[in-house]
């Protein structure tokens, strides 16, 4: 039995709906981890020791982006160093400033404790299945 062929607006809304929905649970499942660390994971005490650099490539030449480096000490007395993954064009903290972090201690995940740290990427990629799923609608509806 062959699949119903749908006119071309109707197909590439109906793979647009199905792109959408994807992003929206294969996100949510990348992400889970994250979003439900504040409710088993330890919040320390850290400091920002320093602020890393990099150079990212974008259309009209190179930009920098920061990201604090930051120290806490582990419940077993061990210092730990990581760099937080909140890339900007400016440093959002500087060294010295005192911070939280949340240690998972089953899987050794450690992330600042900010909505932007938990939250942004899970947000960002809702965002992209909604955007989809809308375009998808638009499409199917032919307009």
Do not use: C, K, N
Not at 21 to 27: E, S
Not at 42 to 60: C, F, G, M, T
Not at 117 to 134: E, F, H, Q, T
């Amino acid at each position: 039995m062959h699949p119903i062929p749908l006119p071309r607006g109707r197909a590439t809304g109906a793979w647009l709906l199905a792109a959408g929905f994807a992003v929206l649970v294969l996100g949510g499942l990348w992400q889970r981890e994250r979003i439900e660390l504040p409710t088993h994971a330890l919040r320390l005490p850290a400091e920002v020791v320093a602020i890393e650099q990099r150079l990212q490539r974008v259309a009209d030449g190179d930009e920098t982006l920061h990201a604090p480096r930051v120290r806490y000490v582990a419940v077993d007395g061990r210092a730990v160093e990581f760099v937080a993954d909140l890339w900007s064009h400016t440093p959002l903290q500087q060294p010295g400033d005192r911070v939280h972090v949340l240690v998972d201690t089953r899987h050794g995940l450690a992330v600042l404790d900010t909505r932007e740290s938990l939250y942004g990427a899970a947000l960002a990629l809702a965002g992209v299945g909604i955007a989809l799923m809308l375009a998808g609608l638009r499409a199917w509806r032919g307009g």
